[in-house]
């Protein structure tokens, strides 16, 4: 099992910056077989949506919709993926999830919100 601790959420204006950090931990063997950590969203009314993922390797890929503004980072040796979130706007407000894979297995966290008032 892997457990998955979110932070960083809040509320900001418009505009505004916000980092997310999310902690895996667990047995060293789940640990270092995690392979895509990210961060998905979802706000009242509509589906959960991924917002980005980082590869153990380095490799990272970010919705449309965030990119130049969003950066998402993995720190391996601290189980850590963290999401910069700048020039947040309204539509930004959301439940943000922490994931990480390992296979076929999905695990997430509880979920940090993030309110950005315009």
């Known amino acids: 099992q892997v457990q998955l601790v979110e932070s960083g959420g809040g509320l900001v204006q418009a505009g505004g910056s916000l980092r997310l950090s999310c902690t895996a931990s667990?047995?060293?063997?789940?640990?270092?077989?995690?392979?895509?950590m990210g961060w998905y969203r979802q706000s009242p009314g509509k589906q959960r949506e991924l917002v980005a993922a980082a590869s153990r390797g380095g490799t990272t890929v970010h919705a449309d919709s965030v990119k130049g503004r969003f950066t998402i980072s993995r720190d391996n040796a601290k189980n850590t993926v963290y999401l910069q979130m700048n020039s947040l706007k309204p539509e930004d407000t959301a439940v943000y999830y922490c994931?990480?894979?390992?296979?076929?297995?999905?695990?997430w966290g509880k979920g940090t919100l993030v309110t950005v008032s315009s």
């Open positions: 667990g047995s060293i063997f789940n640990i270092t077989n995690i392979n895509n």
């Open positions: 994931n990480a894979n390992q296979g076929v297995v999905n695990y």
